[in-house]
């Protein structure tokens, strides 16, 4: 029996669904040169979608099966020149093509690979590269888009020229100050392109990658830090400066700490050469750098707890 | 060199910092009877932050090493009576007793143990239960409190009342409509307390998780599914007619996918009885019921893919 | 071009090949009123399989889509009686079918669930146990069978009773002694039965699991323990004391550290209350407890690091 | 109650213990340019330890705490030259200085990185190269060396020159034969060293695993493939054929399944263009390639389902 001691009856809210997850992978042939796209694409549509929630019935529900058929036919008809071009091909169509959706959100994650040399004419073998995973999210309702890029788990690490102190101190606080520790990090970022009208030209969202990436590493390395908050923010502000596609960036930046180990009990000294990588606990360190006069849109946490 | 071609200098945008999954254990003797609390402590915390993105000036920081520290001093001062009530002293006290933070947010894993039963007068042996993580998230401003609790991972599945059919057909559909499938997912919900004020009385937030988590469940099983989408909101609504203390609900909820594997090819007929579990793709659904009149706060990504 | 230092052309050693993790659930239905299995089995064949290698002669190869296509055949014709009965079924087929292949493995891990009450007839609804995974591996070569249980991942705890002291110093030594400590652990075990003829009674799979799984936990809660070694010796000759029908059992211990945390800093003590569960590094205890001249069968590394 | 239908008391069997997954970061600075190691290293240690099992004494135990401490003293006393030697200066010590001890081993995981160019003089900025891991196990006795180095998780795809056909067909056999596939696996590789002796020459480690691993890379690119066990005994083959200082050499390969999407239900053919990557179930295809003449001592199973 229900508790009437509160008024106020249950009514839907915010609701999207799709199906997520679609690892699709591309060979395309030049001759004997093939290349190689490997996705991980993640369908989310909204609209008019009461009835299934409060009745179940389908009437408006075009089914998770069916995006997923959709991601594998529009990878052959349509290519897949970079994640971002193929999740806009994917969202423009689920909104243009069902009456009942009103925005479609396509989320890509992006494995990269590299060549292994062979003698001969062949070019078909390939590593994946491995290190960070790139990320695309394009949203789309019928009449603006949103492109978020960004990539995960890229790990960087100074072996000197940060420092930590002049903090706050209280009675909880035993922290020594640091004058010359390790800095590292695992990258989680992501990005929000000014772009949003189909009237407008579309970025280069490769090239934008690669020179956003490249902008981010530099600005780590040659960040002298005095907190890693201050290397965030160069790296932002770096990008920023030098991308005038961008308008917002986000970052959730974990301070892998790197302890000095103790080795004077053994008679021997540590003159920052020895360290313990920590798992748990870490610092974690997150802000938005945005271009004067935009708005905010990244959400505040990138990655869930 | 930066480029000038658009104006707008880079600015400081939402940011927040604090030592993450700081893992707290604490053990309370009642004689020869033991209690265990097994807590996952995240603190995040933010306010006058602008110097330490912009010179690196830690003036204003308190070292996560600090917010740790206090998550163990306070486990001991005020004991761990619920992962709430625990947040909200740490919560409190990080936005009172220092001028620069502004605002506190806890979040809080904690797993659940079982005794094992010994003979004799002890009472300190434990397994681990394994089922669904405890969430508690707790936010504080100085003035308003938030408190979103929930869980993930709670693994459930209904063998038959599942039917779907009746859905929309594009040129992409191929999927046979299903009279009676097996319904499964991992449920990741979130609800949030209509409380928010010191002054007035604060929730049983041990039996309030209790019985929520009761009436998901039962929900969930009692619910004749003709979408999941009609399951989650069984599962909302049920909480918000029963639940006066919660406003509103989030769930996210995988699709988790039993295909009816054909074995006609071996000479065997399968009448729901043989099943391949998928891993990727799944669908996943996505909602948050309300509360009629009380305000969506909940994000609306639960899991970031 | 070949380095001809040293002599010894290529040669094939011990090879195996089969489709691992295939994903089965069987539903049974006893009127209103479902049974639940669900397991994770894998077939790993060997036999005559120079040519594949050697020159890729597929002459012998039953393919590995062939066996992932006869588990779930199999769970249609014989049913799951348990883990350990299935996998006889798949083993004895693939050996006695195909001349090629001399001994089969078959590997399972089994995924408990537990009912959700409802009111009325149905019983259909389950929620995943989510505590141990439990394990089988089933060997036959034709004449001789090798069983081996077990279960992974059974977390537990004993908050007293253990005390680690008396140990050797060396210069590398800081460690203080313990006289009151936290035990905790990830079980992993193993165990061997002694069928292994089809002319002998087979076991009570399911009974034999029960019991030896409370034997397990029992000794470890009743242990007062001055190490883990004594511990896990405790566990293992409580099985063989009690189970004839097993010769021989393995164990893989983490020692999950919980340390005590020092709050003097912050002027409070800590009688045993508060601890950081660390993640790593950790100590690892592994041996096997043997019935009293039976040979030692089980691998030695239970984990591969 | 032991039950004692069956004779044959409890006795202790193969053990093992030590401190697991001790994370050392090793950083060396030649001037301002920075040289970094990044090792995950665990010790077990066996010997004359029957009291720690049967009574708890631990009269001849070294604390697991100790061997950590070993660890990073040993890193500053000796360095890092590579993993291999590292282990043998910690297998030495063990075995050498502890009377109990009779036999050590010690595994290794390796994590490379790679520089981020900065302009100036520095050199102190690294990324996490994030492809496979390096693997290294050193084993002593006090007489003889046991050196098994390898490595996981290199991914590794041929977009073609792949068929399968040709193979056995039973009454559950559906696959289709083909004469144009994707090859992918998860390169998991593990060999032996014929060095054994203090008295032999010691190999150059990190030259070995760089041929070993391009001789590895060369193979599968290079192997027309009628099988996946052609194409790891091709791997093997040119390993033992070029690397003298190699015995024995074990691959454990998942066929990543790459399944061909059928899109003529959307009117689209599918010219080996679009594949559906798959999880589970996989092939797993395992074996030894050895020198002729030289003995298997690598265990069957790299990876432990």
């Given at each position: 029996?229900?508790?009437?001691?509160?008024?106020?009856r249950?009514?839907?809210?915010?609701?999207?669904?799709?199906?997520?997850e679609?690892?699709?992978?591309?060979?395309?042939?030049?001759?004997a040169?093939?290349?190689?796209?490997?996705?991980?694409?993640?369908?989310?549509?909204?609209?008019?979608?009461?009835?299934?929630?409060?009745?179940?019935?389908?009437?408006?529900?075009?089914?998770?099966?069916?995006?997923?058929?959709?991601v594998?036919?529009?990878?052959?008809?349509?290519?897949?020149?970079?994640?971002?071009?193929?999740?806009?091909?994917?969202?423009?169509?689920?909104?243009?093509?069902?009456?009942?959706?009103?925005?479609?959100?396509?989320?890509?994650?992006?494995?990269?690979?590299?060549?292994?040399?062979?003698?001969?004419?062949?070019?078909?073998?390939?590593?994946?590269?491995?290190?960070?995973?790139?990320?695309?999210?394009?949203?789309?309702?019928?009449?603006?888009?949103?492109?978020?890029?960004?990539?995960?788990?890229?790990?960087?690490?100074?072996?000197?020229?940060?420092?930590?102190?002049?903090?706050?101190?209280?009675?909880?606080?035993?922290?020594?100050?640091?004058?010359?520790?390790?800095?590292?990090?695992?990258?989680?970022?992501?990005?929000?392109?000014?772009?949003?009208?189909?009237?407008?030209?579309?970025?280069?969202?490769?090239?934008?990658?690669?020179?956003?990436?490249?902008?981010?590493?530099?600005?780590?390395?040659?960040?002298?830090?005095?907190?890693?908050?201050?290397?965030l923010?160069?790296m932002?502000?770096?990008?920023?400066?030098h991308?005038?596609?961008?308008?917002?960036?986000?970052?959730?930046?974990?301070?892998?700490?790197?302890?000095?180990?103790?080795l004077?009990?053994?008679?021997?000294?540590?003159?920052?050469?020895?360290?313990?990588?920590?798992?748990?606990?870490?610092?974690?360190?997150?802000?938005?750098?945005?271009?004067?006069?935009?708005?905010?849109?990244?959400?505040?946490?990138?990655?869930?707890?």
């Amino acid at each position: 029996m229900a508790d009437t001691s509160r008024p106020g009856r249950p009514v839907l809210g915010q609701n999207q669904y799709g199906k997520a997850e679609n690892r699709v992978v591309k060979i395309t042939r030049d001759g004997a040169t093939h290349h190689i796209k490997d996705l991980n694409v993640s369908v989310s549509l909204s609209g008019d979608m009461e009835e299934v929630h409060y009745s179940g019935s389908n009437a408006n529900v075009l089914p998770t099966d069916t995006t997923k058929n959709t991601v594998y036919a529009f990878a052959k008809k349509h290519g897949i020149d970079s994640a971002e071009q193929f999740g806009i091909h994917l969202a423009r169509h689920f909104v243009t093509s069902q009456e009942p959706i009103h925005r479609a959100r396509i989320r890509i994650e992006e494995y990269a690979w590299e060549r292994v040399e062979t003698p001969g004419e062949g070019a078909h073998s390939f590593v994946r590269k491995g290190q960070e995973t790139r990320l695309a999210q394009i949203a789309y309702d019928g009449e603006r888009w949103e492109v978020v890029s960004g990539l995960k788990d890229l790990t960087v690490l100074n072996s000197t020229d940060s420092e930590f102190w002049g903090y706050v101190r209280d009675e909880y606080t035993t922290l020594p100050e640091a004058r010359d520790r390790v800095l590292a990090t695992d990258v989680s970022a992501r990005w929000r392109y000014h772009w949003a009208d189909d009237a407008e030209p579309v970025p280069d969202w490769d090239e934008s990658y690669a020179r956003t990436r490249e902008h981010l590493l530099s600005a780590f390395a040659e960040t002298y830090s005095l907190s890693l908050q201050q290397t965030l923010y160069a790296m932002g502000s770096r990008i920023v400066d030098h991308r005038p596609e961008i308008d917002e960036v986000r970052f959730s930046l974990p301070n892998k700490h790197h302890f000095l180990v103790d080795l004077t009990p053994f008679g021997l000294e540590n003159d920052n050469e020895v360290y313990f990588a920590a798992d748990r606990p870490y610092g974690l360190i997150e802000a938005t750098v945005l271009r004067d006069g935009c708005e905010a849109r990244i959400p505040a946490d990138l990655t869930n707890l």
